[in-house]
């Protein structure tokens, strides 16, 4: 069944994803559920400026949680910095946490879908766990490459060939 191999895999890259820190989870969930929801909202948009909208709610949460979590520290060492010089001495605040694994692969990959349905170059998915096998897929949410959608989704509506040899070579891989 589709639908069955669509929900195992999100939740054995939901389990792998967790083995880092448990809770940066929500962060992946919360860019799947919102670029989700903005190539729908896209798709019943009857104004490009609604689709424009649409997209710079993407742009502005999926940017501003790597921006938050990547360069956070960076920018307010550098504000900072440029204060002094200028006599102004503030005390910034430190977000002290780890990077999220994989923060930018899944971050641009969600922005590549979002930009392609507001280009009108690919039609967005109406099945939610689709979208999310797209996003937390674990081959490559750690370590890339970033993947568009209009290559990858696609392919989960052809069944895979199995056959002995490759079942048999799969184990062996993983093992």
Known sequence: NNLLRLLLVVAASCVFYMAWQPIYLLLLLTSAVLDYSVGLGMARAESKRAKRAFLLL????NLGLLGTFKYYNFFAGATADGLATLGLHVQPSHLNVLLPVGISFYTFESLSYTIDVY??????VRNFFKFAFFLTFFPHLVAGPIVRASDFLPQLDRRPPLSPGAVSEGLFLIA
């Not at 993407?58 to 949460?61: D, E, I, R, V």
């Open 58 to 61: 993407s742009l502005c949460g």
């Open 119 to 124: 280009r009108g170059r690919f039609v967005p």
